[in-house]
């Protein structure tokens, strides 16, 4: 099953603790995103990278952290920073300049 | 600003009735507009996009650059079409491919 993969599926962590969320891809992207999925507000961009060891921050990347050290790996840091850490995140790759994204399954992050 | 509005978070049609999902979008320059389908306990997934101008399980989207919009349509609206679905604007950057989107359509179909 190629694609994009994301783990764990649900993530449970004590606030105040940083947390890391998975996401690989083997379509030979590029480009791959994090969003964060609130009910009522869409998609919104959290940090982006086009390219190996680049990343860019996105709309509401506070409290938030990345790697891009291999090309199929993008994985996302929540830290004890980000306020309201609680909810469903999503990672994307697409191949530049083509407009459509690929999306994992999703984490649920619950931050207690 | 660039800017993707869906205006119904919530739309219940019976099932065989027509259904459309609207969406308007705010961009000075050309757009390139999609709509993306979540259902349940799948990933989101693309539906269709504004340059292929095909029908993907009888949706279809018109943009209409006058009116800003690129509303979703089915003439005949089946169970198995009850997901999110969201608008998205593709603005291609220098940088990377820039996707706004909307805040989502629950789409509900009654049988």
């Known amino acids: 099953d190629g694609g994009i993969t994301q783990s764990p599926k649900y993530l449970f962590r004590k606030e105040g603790q940083n947390v890391t969320l998975s996401c690989e891809q083997n379509?030979?992207?590029?480009?791959m995103y994090w969003y964060r999925q609130d009910p009522g507000q869409g998609l919104r961009l959290i940090y982006y990278s086009q390219i190996v060891n680049d990343f860019q921050k996105g709309d509401i990347a506070e409290g938030y952290s990345v790697s891009r050290e291999k090309k199929e790996s993008f994985p996302l840091t929540v830290t004890s920073a980000q306020k309201n850490p609680t909810a469903f995140y999503l990672c994307a790759s697409s191949i530049q300049g083509s407009g459509e994204q690929y999306f994992g399954p999703g984490t649920r992050l619950t931050v207690t | 600003a660039q800017r993707v509005t869906q205006p119904e978070k919530l739309l219940s049609v019976f099932k065989g009735a027509p259904v459309e999902l609207k969406c308007n979008y705010s961009y000075s320059g050309s757009p390139e507009l999609f709509w993306y389908v979540q259902y349940s306990r799948q990933r989101l997934q693309l539906l269709l996009r504004h340059i292929s101008r095909e029908s993907i399980k009888g949706f279809t989207a018109d943009l209409n650059k006058g009116e800003t919009s690129f509303h979703l349509k089915k003439p005949f609206a089946q169970e198995e079409d009850s997901a999110m679905y969201y608008c998205a604007l593709s603005i291609m950057k220098t940088s990377y491919d820039k996707v706004i989107f909307g805040p989502g359509t629950s789409l509900s179909v009654i049988p």
């Open positions: 379509l030979n992207h590029d480009a």
